[in-house]
């Protein structure tokens, strides 16, 4: 294990120039262009590091272009091992010229930069790990595989299908997110949906014939109350009503009202109890005479952490352990590229990356001493459970 840090270690002037270079490219979600140069960057690092690489182009749904997928492949040496999957993401948040008004920046023991949390350190300690292992002679695996979408950060619409269709023929998927602020790796996420609730009603002059109209804006605070009371702590529920529009002007009795609600869940059952619920709201009359209609968005499923995830996150933390970290496996709300592959019912963990913060804000953060720790554990979590079955 120390050998694999002292490794690691010996990588960081490496790292630390592909992070800047990487980080030095923008990359949004919605600039394909950018996330395909950030995509040939990162090809080329896998293939100085042995492996054989294709770039997948994308298209979103309606048929504009996205930035591609990258995945690289290295066979090991253990023909009846495990084939591993390392997942990061290749686009930001951030808006193209985010790069040259704040490059990267190393200031003492920190890293800032748009991305250099989220995910760019995170997936260059991913091929740093594949780096350290090959500069040791280890690889204990049947192979290894890296997944890098270009879509991440808006729901993989482009890049998931995919990463699915790569991760369907792996054993182990480990995601390369950051860890927590306070150094956790993530074990279960929650499955998160866009509910859109439109209601039609009817326009009549609010002065005259009030009575004659049917207040779509009233449907829609009726709704917005009985979706928020849809709110379960207990059972892992959380909804929150962010938009709502209705109406044009003052004077008229609203026409049409929309409400936007955020819906996530712990479980699969929790889940698609609760989007049954929004759904059943279709057809209701919260108002005398208002028509209304749901539509389900960005759907994802949750991450639950199952005993095979449990296994793998004890393995790692049990690794850590044995050079000093104490590391403990969480929960999260937010939702990550992990969700779509726990789905398939393989086995993932996440937040395997080195410790960061402030992600999508200006101030965004990577921990430069972390790295070569999470670098090593990685490499030796490649390493434990790569020849066998169980971790």
């Not at 960081?12 to 992070?19: E, G, I, V």
């Not at 995601?175 to 150094?183: H, N, P, S, Y």
Request: aromatic share 4%; proline share 6%.
């Amino acid at each position: 294990m120390q050998a694999l840090v002292d490794a690691a270690q010996d990588e960081m002037p490496r790292y630390l120039t592909r992070l800047a270079e990487l980080v030095g490219i923008d990359s949004g979600s919605d600039d394909p262009g950018g996330v395909d140069a950030a995509g040939r960057v990162t090809a080329g690092y896998l293939s100085q590091g042995g492996f054989t690489v294709e770039f997948q182009p994308v298209e979103f749904p309606d048929g504009r272009p996205a930035g591609g997928v990258v995945i690289g492949r290295r066979v090991g040496d253990q023909p009846q091992g495990r084939r591993i999957l390392l997942v990061g993401h290749l686009d930001t948040v951030f808006d193209r010229g985010t790069a040259a008004e704040r490059p990267a920046q190393f200031e003492a023991d920190r890293a800032y930069g748009p991305g250099v949390s989220d995910d760019k350190g995170g997936l260059l300690a991913g091929i740093a790990a594949a780096d350290v292992l090959a500069a040791v002679g280890s690889h204990p695996y049947r192979e290894l595989i890296v997944c890098l979408t270009g879509d991440e950060e808006i729901g993989s619409l482009a890049g998931g299908p995919v990463l699915r269709r790569v991760a369907a023929e792996v054993d182990v998927a480990l995601c390369l997110e950051c860890a927590r602020v306070d150094g956790s790796i993530v074990a279960a996420r929650k499955g998160a949906a866009d509910v859109v609730v439109s209601v039609t009603g009817r326009a009549a002059h609010a002065g005259i014939d009030a009575a004659a109209g049917v207040n779509a804006a009233l449907a829609a605070a009726h709704l917005t109350v009985t979706l928020q009371a849809m709110n379960d702590p207990d059972e892992g529920i959380s909804v929150n009503v962010g938009v709502i529009r209705a109406g044009r002007r003052p004077n008229v009795v609203a026409e049409r009202a929309d409400v936007v609600a955020d819906v996530r869940a712990t479980t699969r059952q929790g889940f698609g109890r609760l989007l049954a619920a929004a759904q059943e709201l279709a057809g209701s009359e919260p108002v005398p005479g208002a028509v209304v209609q749901v539509e389900l968005r960005a759907v994802v499923p949750p991450m639950e952490a199952t005993t095979a995830t449990v296994d793998l996150a004890d393995a790692y933390c049990t690794l850590a352990a044995g050079i000093g970290h104490d590391i403990a496996a969480v929960g999260t709300g937010g939702v990550a590229d992990a969700n779509l592959i726990a789905d398939l019912g393989v086995p993932v963990l996440d937040g395997l990356g080195p410790i960061g913060g402030d992600d999508h804000a200006p101030t965004e953060w990577l921990d430069l001493t972390s790295v070569p720790v999470r670098v090593g554990l990685l490499a030796a979590l490649i390493e434990a459970i790569g020849p066998s079955a169980t971790p």
